[in-house]
């Protein structure tokens, strides 16, 4: 395989991984705990920020060294994994103060129309005051981790990143499959199908929503930290509107609420079908690349919608019949009132 | 106010001169009343009477604009709905509100009190952590789902369940959360009518086991069937009290349901 070819690989395993991690926080946001969030994009940016300004150092500093040439509010120079860290942290902190803002006051549309203005504003600020992330500039030169220390070449290193992003993949996804599994998963699942029916029962909606909302923006903390540090740059170019976009396309083809169908989905939507109209050149001009992959985004939100809701791969059902068996031979006893109900219920 | 003899001794559930107005409408005006531990007691009146707001206000999910509500002595007045639960009153909705999406076994361990794996950490420990408490919480929906014969649709979607199913489901699922107060509001409405006699059973049969009952209902059978004492409404106001046969009797309560 020429080198060319690996580092494209790499740089899209790399794509594939940060883009798995998000859209496992999106899920658990939108797909397990109902909050639709357009704004999600902001929370990836928050963590990309982070961790640009704690790698490249005090901005004052380093007047004249490489990355001299940018402004930006404040930097420090962190050791690995502690960029990555303070990414995650940021996320969470960022979401817990959008989170009080929106989920108390907002339901259904009205909540997925102010998060997707949060974030724009957000975008707006930055892309207009320089002193703060280097404006429509972006901060660039970011280091990487550990790149120096293990003395590897480009294409060693490239790879060695894409198994620490596959690591951090695991990790996430293990997270995200304790919760989704674990009584609290269903219970943000109970709040997500019916608010008042949950609080009824003495659940408290504003602290589970919170939960979902805050696990969502940690995990986009990570991924945008995870993607700046292999891509060195980011700018509000790289966190438009779209890009939240696509992480909804994808949990939905994938399937709602699923942890496995939404790294189906990612493996369709950014990575095969973003990546296809590359290799079709003839079909269409360079210049319409960016045109096409959205219409194509669109189509599949909308298709699937239509057609299949659930998703390639929709929430899993649990099953408790065989461990019912299990507790009562009583089964039989059930059974002489059961037919009642087995009239209209059965089993899809 | 004219509360039955019994229930002065011990009222678990007391409401004082409650009121709640509605953008200057008052949809309720100084109800007061009180219900004995153990005892079923109806609500009935004409459409717009207040009858479920009363019941949401006793439920917390309706603020009172002035009075009190008081639960075994404490006042409970203006706390939130899901505050209230935890105390041990659990409400149904007059439009099922089963959690459709989630299976029938799964509406029940929702209901499961104060779950191991309900918190962040908890969750992140696993079923080691939380496995052992869920098992018996299993065990619990288990038991509920033998006593109202649905065993048969433990894995279905609550979604797909008939109207009369979903009554007996959010029952069920009251009954998880060890409640001690049942607030039904109009448990027979879109239940068909053979169903309605499996619920009646089932209410019977809890009412048996010292469940304290509340329900709203238009349907007389199972109102004269479950409940000792009903209490009348009619706009916003109680007009009478006492067993069906006596406000039945009553010529105020003839002529609100008839002007009414």
Known sequence: MSSSLQFYLALLLVYAGVDLIACWGLNLQMGIGGIVNFGFVLFQAAGAYTYAILTLGAPAHNAGAGAGFQTYFWGARLPFPLPFVGAIVVGGLLSVVVGLLVLPRLRGDYQAIALLVVSLVASGLILNDASIFNGANGLSSIPRPLEAALGLSGLGYSWAYVGFTGVLCILSGWVVWQISRSPLGRVLRAVREDEEAAKSLGKNPRRLRLIAFVGGGMLAGLSGAVLVAYIDAWAPSSWGYVETFVFVTAVIVGGFGSNVGVAVGVVLVPIVFGEAPLFLPSLVQASWFGAVQLILFGLFTMGFLWVRPQGVRPERRVKYAGRIKKLGASVAVAGDGAGRAGERGGTQ | ???????????????????????????????????????????????????????????????????????????????????????????????????????????????????RGESVVGALLGWRYWGAAEESAIERAYELLVKFRMTDVVDEYAGNLSGGQRRLLEVMRAMMTNARVLLLDEPTAGVHPKMVGELRRQLQGLKGAGLTLLMVEHEMGIVGALCDRVIVMARGRVIAEGSLQEVRRNPEVMEAYVAG
């Not at chain 2, 717009?48 to 019941?55: C, D, F, H, I, Y």
């Open chain 2, 1 to 115: 106010m004219a509360a039955g003899a019994g229930d002065r001794d011990d009222p678990m559930l007391e409401l004082r001169h409650v009121s709640r107005e509605f953008g200057g409408v008052r949809a309720v005006e100084d109800v007061s009343f009180s219900i004995a531990e153990g005892a079923a007691v109806g609500i009935i009146g004409p459409n717009g009477a207040g009858k479920s707001t009363v019941l949401s206000m006793m439920a917390g999910s309706v603020i009172p604009s002035e009075g009190e509500i008081l639960f075994c002595g404490e006042r409970i007045t203006g706390l939130r709905s899901d505050a209230v639960a935890r105390c041990g009153i659990v409400r149904t909705f007059q439009v099922s509100a089963e959690f459709a999406g989630l299976t029938v076994m799964q509406n029940l361990l929702v209901a499961a009190p104060r779950q």
